[in-house]
């Protein structure tokens, strides 16, 4: 899905479609008279790449899918990849997260953990 702007302004890194994607899920889920058993976000979730604010813009963003219904997510490269960091992605995309903050912000049950 990733995170912009509604009034289209641009900086850092930001991905226009995703306005659409969202506005799409969340008309999808309205009309199933608002409940899903779940909704999956595997990857590039918020394309912050170190950027807090972006965190923010993309949480406001998403909250009309995540709060009717289970948001279940899977780090891509724009959250963990980073060079020495046990990525098994080779680059830099995001931009040094190292996937902490995706974890702090979505911590997900991993197998075999009962903290979880």
Not at 6 to 17: I, N, R, V
């Amino acid at each position: 899905i990733g995170e912009s702007s509604l009034d289209g302004a641009q900086y850092h890194w930001m991905e226009p479609f995703a306005i659409n994607t969202t506005a799409f899920a969340a008309e999808h889920l309205a009309g199933r008279g608002g409940s899903a058993s779940l909704v999956l976000h595997i990857g590039d979730i918020s394309y912050a790449t170190g950027y807090a604010s972006k965190w923010d813009a993309f949480l406001d963003q998403v909250e009309p899918l995540a709060s009717r219904a289970p948001y279940m997510t899977a780090q891509g490269n724009h959250e963990r990849d980073w060079p020495n960091s046990g990525s098994d992605m080779v680059g830099t995309d995001s931009g040094g997260e190292c996937g902490v903050p995706m974890q702090a912000r979505f911590p997900m049950p991993v197998h075999g953990s009962q903290d979880q």
